[in-house]
């Protein structure tokens, strides 16, 4: 059985509806993400960061969301969430996920921690606009990528298109993010994702947020 040290409106909302499509056990380890809470030792044994996801099981844990992601879809490849390894659509796989984790995470850290990338407190404002403008840039190039495609992929539903729904729920207009209609076909597939019984389920709280 899988343990996942959660926390809302965190990547680990991603992880854990991974969990539920592929239908394996796990128990959840609620955790704070507040800069100043506590985190649990078992967590932080794993990743000194203090962050989640993290991921443990019988003989092994992990962190990092893409990684997490890429690891749970090859060890229940019964689930059809990821291409196979010999599948013409794995190379895609993996360099969307890894943009996702490197490139639109990394601009969404800007506008919610600008402490983190500037020197001092006069130069936040900066940082943030920054992200903003990496977050409309990041968001344009997945739009592209998507084409007419269904899914993220092409015509079949992924891990990657669960990945790509929990990054559009971090979007907040309150912190000058582009809205989701600048890229229509990312939220057409956002719009499809939200459907699924198991997003349902995790992300309760943020659907009815939005009704």
């Not at 940082?127 to 079949?156: C, F, H, M, Y």
Request: glycine fraction near 4%.
């Amino acid at each position: 059985m899988y343990k996942l040290f959660y926390a809302p409106e965190s990547a680990s909302m991603g992880v854990r509806v991974l969990l539920d499509e592929i239908g394996s056990p796990y128990e959840l380890v609620p955790t704070r993400i507040a800069m100043d809470a506590p985190r649990p030792p078992e967590l932080l044994a794993i990743n000194p960061n203090g962050w989640v996801p993290v991921l443990s099981w019988d003989n092994g844990a992990m962190y990092e969301c893409a990684a997490i992601t890429i690891f749970l879809c090859d060890r229940h490849p019964e689930a059809g969430l990821a291409p196979r390894l010999d599948d013409a659509g794995r190379a895609r796989f993996l360099q969307t996920l890894v943009y996702f984790s490197n490139s639109v995470q990394n601009a969404f850290q800007l506008t919610y921690y600008p402490d983190r990338f500037a020197d001092s407190p006069a130069d936040e404002a900066s940082a943030q606009r920054r992200g903003v403008r990496r977050l409309r840039e990041t968001w344009q190039v997945i739009n592209q990528q998507i084409g007419e495609n269904e899914w993220v992929l092409g015509d079949r539903f992924s891990a990657a298109d669960i990945y790509l729904f929990m990054l559009t729920t971090w979007i907040r207009s309150a912190r000058g993010h582009p809205v989701i209609d600048e890229f229509p076909n990312v939220k057409r597939i956002a719009d499809l994702v939200v459907q699924r019984p198991t997003v349902q389920c995790v992300f309760e709280e943020w659907i009815a947020s939005r009704e």
